[in-house]
């Protein structure tokens, strides 16, 4: 009780006049959310890379800092921080220093109508899928104008690589969406999470609480399985980084860049890709909805819907593009643009057209 | 249509592009199984040295060390054929005249080592002088910690090589190893 009347005391004598003062204050409570999720998580990202990569080449990973090495990327981050920024002199100085974050901010911005549980969204928008599509793909505007502002012909080819995939995978990544789109009947990313979540339309058994995600129906299947190929290229990574092709880019359109401003664009990248798995989550896997119980009893409440079933689909989802990312190799640029535009596009249509069967035979 | 053979391609453009699409699908997997094993099943190749060590072979050859005998004085004679087979020039030594009592008790002149000192930093552990050795006082032991970022420190005296202790078990084995080899080969 004393405590309660601590917190009371607090709220009435500081949190009330302020909101008094600055009603919009109240706004900044989910952008601080965001900000803190995105900085932690990409933290986290990092060290599951390395440790995952160490898996897949039979090797450990870090070790040393914190139990099995989880501190390591903090320190990696402090390390950043405390290095030299360079400019190159022939820059375009004042576009090289905010090209970072033209990539970052858009990378933070969309994660306002994503759906982590039930009711815990930063902004319904009844246009979130297309907001989410359209301001996530302003990032590779960072991208590109890096790769420009470096003056360095590495750097310009990655920005202008980057260009080329973005314009290609936009399409088929966009077709698939449609396809969810046309099931669900709605752009709201919360709707389509209630739509699943109550939904018994699929392949799976009726009676089953993971019988309305749309990955269980033929269209979502195959979307689903297009979606996270065109992903993988969308956020550029293996086996699709070709604007950050080591091989051939040296270090691609982040060559020149050092300190903070680099980790700027590592926390874009990293931020991007849990943002590409918390779509698919969303829209194809069914988002917070449970794949055990939607109400559970006693015990079975944690199983029930709510955050922590996103969590856990967009670890797994992640998990899976680590994996491809360290198994499969990087393709040739001609081959990247080839299995976009001879393979996902047609895919995707052929796909569209099943959907609009599906829809129509079937119900949404 | 890379993944699939030439032969097995299909004339019609829509049936061999749903093969291209399948044969993608297949190999995909097919990568992703090598690494989930390896990722889920496989042992770690890693050792994580300063925590965990490795069994050293037996004939791991480091750190050379001269036998003492009962009296604590190195029982080498100070012949020289280490120093002159060391294709590295290493090995340095002096000779000096020492009287001992042998256990009959009478007094007689032997050669001892004045000056004993080896650079490790300049030896290739190739086992040369503990072969030549007349006496088998020189052996090269498994004791491999003795790095240093001075490389004057590497230089070692006959005090640091003098290991009074009898030989341990796996050291038993090694010199009985180096005995062999000839035989063997």
């Known amino acids: 009780m004393e405590e309660r009347g601590w917190l009371e005391s607090l709220v009435n004598g500081l949190v009330q006049p302020l909101y008094d003062a600055v009603p919009w204050i109240v706004h900044l409570v989910p952008l601080l959310w965001i900000l803190v999720l995105v900085a932690v998580s990409v933290l986290i990202l990092i060290w599951a890379e390395r440790k995952v990569s160490a898996d897949i080449q039979s090797r450990v990973g870090p070790l040393h800092h914190g139990p099995i ?23 375009d100085r004042l576009v090289f220093c905010i090209a970072p974050f033209i990539a970052f901010v858009p990378a933070v911005l969309v994660y306002v109508v994503i759906p982590f549980g ?14 989410l599509l359209s301001v996530g793909s302003l990032g ?28 290609t995978y936009e399409i088929p990544m966009f077709l698939s969406v449609v396809v969810v789109i046309m099931m669900a009947g709605t752009l709201s990313m919360d709707d389509i999470v209630r739509n699943q979540a109550g939904g018994r339309w699929s392949l799976a058994p009726p009676e089953t609480p993971f019988a309305g995600w749309y990955c269980f129906t033929i269209p979502g299947l195959i979307a689903s399985v297009l979606y996270l190929v065109a992903a993988l290229a969308e956020v550029n990574r293996q086996p699709f980084d070709l604007p950050e ?30 943002l590409v798995a918390g779509i698919a989550a969303t829209i194809f896997f069914g988002g917070w909805s449970s794949p055990i119980v939607s109400e559970g009893e006693g015990i079975w409440q944690i199983f029930g ?57 079937v119900g949404p | ?54 069994d050293l072979s037996l004939r791991t050859r480091a750190k050379h060390r001269v036998l003492v005998d009962d009296t604590g004085d190195p029982i080498c004679i100070a012949c020289g054929q280490c120093q002159r087979i060391c294709p590295d020039h290493c090995i340095l030594v002096t000779r000096k005249k020492v009287t001992v009592t042998t256990p009959e008790g009478e007094e007689k002149q032997v050669n001892r080592p004045d000056e004993f000192v080896i650079d490790l930093a300049r030896c290739m ?24 970022g001075d490389v004057h420190t590497m230089r070692i005296e006959l005090e640091g090589l003098l290991r009074p202790e009898p030989l341990s078990e796996y050291e038993a084995n090694q010199t009985d190893g180096a005995d062999d080899e000839g035989g063997e080969e």
């Open chain 1, 69 to 91: 090495g989880v501190f390591q990327s903090v320190w990696d981050a402090l390390k950043l921080l405390t290095k030299e920024d360079t400019i190159p002199r022939q820059a």
């Open chain 1, 118 to 131: 039930k009711g815990w969204i930063a902004a319904d928008l009844n246009v979130g899928l297309w907001y």
């Open chain 1, 140 to 167: 590779v505007v960072g991208v590109i104008v890096a790769g420009w502002a470096s003056n360095n012909k590495w750097s310009l080819l990655g920005g202008m690589r980057a260009a080329a995939q973005l314009i």
């Open chain 1, 245 to 274: 092709a080591e091989s051939e880019l040296v270090s691609g359109f982040n060559t020149e860049y050092s300190g903070m401003r680099f980790a700027i664009f590592f926390l874009a990248e990293f931020s991007n890709t849990a």
């Open chain 1, 305 to 361: 819907d709510g955050i922590v079933w996103y969590f856990v689909k967009i670890t797994a989802l992640i998990y899976g593009m680590m994996w491809v990312k360290w198994t499969l190799p990087r393709v040739r640029i001609d081959q990247m643009l080839q299995v976009a535009w001879k393979g996902l596009i047609p895919l995707a249509l052929i796909n569209v057209a099943i959907a609009v069967a599906h829809v129509a035979w």
């Open chain 2, 1 to 54: 249509m890379g993944h699939v053979p030439r032969t097995q391609v299909s004339s019609n453009p829509i049936i061999a592009f749903f093969q291209y699409v399948w044969s993608s699908l297949i190999t995909a997997a097919k990568g992703l199984r090598v690494t989930g094993y390896n990722a889920w099943l496989r042992e770690r190749v890693t050792v994580a040295y300063p925590k965990q060590e490795l």
């Open chain 2, 125 to 148: 552990y190739c086992n040369l002088c503990a072969e030549v050795c007349p006496v088998d006082c020189l052996h090269l032991t498994r004791d491999f910690k003795y790095s240093s």
